[in-house]
């Protein structure tokens, strides 16, 4: 059986470049008294996918480098300064309004989660494989090649690490477990 029986003939493929903006935040984790932690951020994302239409929705899996800079955790004069780098494979379904040259959508998927730091007491805190959830909604514009403007709100399912940061001889303790919320402003750009 090949894979031709299996897809819908109404089926149309697209792969395509992304990038763009993201305002991310370490929630769920309240730092012990006399600590600080930055908790928002801004970073910013690059990225492929493919995007299958299938009637009236589609499938649009995407491979994406999600770069989360500057954190900073402080206990009196000592501060350890890290990035967080995340290799995320999103997977959204959207639900498509077509018409002829603007076609609006709403879309949702979870977010697999492969996140890293250079800083190696960061990485060794770092939660294997955690999960987003994400919710958005954009624009497919057809000018020739296709335009893919959208907004999304992600939010953790689970911890992005652990809530014991290692700053100088201290460590920073603190209650619950750091997941990571993001908003994002994105363009991908198809052919």
């Known amino acids: 059986m090949s894979l031709a029986c299996v897809v819908p003939s109404a089926a149309h493929a697209q792969v395509g470049l992304l990038a763009g903006y993201n305002r991310d935040a370490l929630g769920d984790f309240l730092p012990a008294s006399g600590f600080d932690f930055t908790d928002l ?13 299938l009637a009236s929705f589609a499938l649009r899996p995407a491979l994406v480098y999600h770069r989360v800079p500057g954190l900073v955790a402080k206990a009196g004069e000592d501060q350890v300064r890290f990035d967080i780098e995340l ?17 609006p959508y709403l879309l949702a998927g979870p977010v697999f989660i492969f996140p890293s730091s250079t800083v190696e007491g960061v990485d060794d805190l770092l939660t294997a494989r955690p999960i987003r959830a994400e919710f958005g909604a954009g624009l497919e ?15 953790g399912i689970n911890s992005l690490m652990g809530s014991e940061v290692p ?25």
């Open 141 to 155: 514009l057809d000018l020739g090649l296709r335009l893919w403007p959208e907004v999304r709100y992600g939010f």
């Open 167 to 191: 700053v100088g001889s201290t460590v920073l303790r603190g209650d619950g477990k750091p997941r990571l919320d993001t908003l994002t402003l994105r363009l991908g750009i198809s052919f």
């Open 41 to 53: 951020n801004d970073g910013f994302h690059i990225g492929i996918f493919l995007n299958v239409n």
């Open 87 to 103: 290799l995320e494979i999103p997977v959204d379904v959207r639900i498509r309004f077509p018409f002829p040259a603007v076609s």
